[in-house]
Structure formats: C-alpha cells, structure tokens
C-alpha cells in the first residue's frame, strides 16, 4: 500500500494511518524523514527495517556525525548502514 501527504499517489494522509489499516503483513521497509521513521517503528506490530538516509555528515565514517546508538553500540549510518532494524533502533 502507498501513502503520500497529497494525495497523489495511493492514500492521502500519513503512512501511519495505511499501516494501522493492515492486519496480515509479517516485516515492513521504510525510509524517509526520521520523525516518520520513529513513528512506523511505533506503530508497527512486527519487525522491520529503516532507512537513515538523510543523516548524513562526511559519508566515509571519519566525523561520527551519522552516529545513532543502538543495542549494540553507537553505529555510523554511512558505514554500518544505512538500513537498521527496528529491534536495535534507541530512539
Ligand atoms: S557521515 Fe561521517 S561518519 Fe558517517
């Protein structure tokens, strides 16, 4: 199912509301803003993975700017990602 904020493609709204509206789906994909991230690993009842494709500083793990705590320790987006999965996200 698609959602955009317009409209323009599948169902208007935020792809919160889509996701709420599923019952039979085992692992989600998402990427995008990462309040929307946040919010889909909220929402969601099984596993998945995000996308962290906007943080980004130096891009080859030099500055740690990218760097996101997880379970397992601090992980630069640009090198152990960009993709991590729900279960190890520390928001
Ligand atoms: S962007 Fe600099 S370490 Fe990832």
Same mark, same amino acid.
């Given at each position: 199912?698609? !959602?955009? !904020?317009?409209?323009?493609?599948?169902?208007?709204?935020?792809?919160?509301?889509?996701?709420?509206?599923?019952?039979?789906?085992?692992?989600?994909?998402?990427?995008?803003?990462?309040?929307?991230?946040?919010?889909?690993?909220?929402? @969601?009842?099984? @596993?998945?993975?995000?996308?962290?494709?906007?943080?980004?500083?130096?891009?080859?793990?030099?500055?740690?700017?990218?760097?996101?705590?997880?379970?397992?320790?601090?992980?630069?987006?640009?090198?152990?990602?960009?993709?991590?999965?729900?279960?190890?996200?520390?928001?």
């Amino acid at each position: 199912m698609v !959602a955009t !904020a317009d409209g323009s493609i599948g169902k208007q709204g935020f792809v919160t509301a889509v996701l709420n509206e599923l019952e039979n789906y085992s692992y989600f994909y998402a990427c995008g803003p990462e309040p929307m991230l946040k919010a889909v690993c909220a929402e @969601s009842k099984s @596993s998945g993975a995000c996308s962290f494709e906007e943080r980004m500083g130096c891009g080859f793990g030099a500055c740690m700017g990218c760097s996101c705590e997880t379970k397992y320790g601090n992980k630069r987006i640009c090198r152990d990602g960009p993709v991590l999965e729900k279960e190890e996200i520390i928001w």
